[in-house]
């Protein structure tokens, strides 16, 4: 895609700094780091969300952060590692081409998900809402 930023950086037109890369994905530090250290794994091919990328590209991905995640532990001495996806706008992806976030993170770093648990009215109404997921499995 001509106007993806992330399609030029694979294209070497923006540059990045790259920590790895194979025929499949391409792994390099974001620009705006949650947690210093924080890198991004992308197919070479342009995908946007999840579920329009083919399985065999998200096994390269996922396989791709654990190795990155493995780095920045025993690199960066990482106390633990978030890994992340988002997908569309209302779940906070910014660069419409897939992507996984690698972060490692330290006892103390001072990031915190602003993560507010909410509840089903009743049962009743997970169970219905459970229901319409498996009617599309």
């Not at 390099?28 to 329009?52: C, N, Q, R, W």
Request: charged share 20%.
């Amino acid at each position: 895609m001509s106007d993806c930023i992330f399609c030029k950086i694979i294209a070497k037109e923006i540059p990045a700094t790259l920590l790895y890369e194979d025929d499949y994905v391409l792994v390099f530090m974001d620009s705006g780091p949650i947690i210093k250290g924080h890198a991004l794994v992308i197919p070479k091919h342009h995908y946007d969300l999840i579920t329009e990328t083919p399985d065999a590209i998200l096994v390269q991905l996922h396989s791709t952060a654990k190795r990155i995640a493995t780095a920045q532990m025993n690199g960066l001495g990482a106390d633990g590692v978030n890994i992340m996806q988002n997908n569309g706008a209302a779940a906070g992806q910014e660069v419409p081409h897939i992507h996984v976030h690698v972060i490692p993170r330290f006892i103390g770093d001072g990031h915190h998900w602003n993560w507010n648990p909410r509840t089903y009215d009743d049962l009743d109404e997970r169970a219905k809402l459970a229901e319409k997921i498996k009617n599309h499995l």
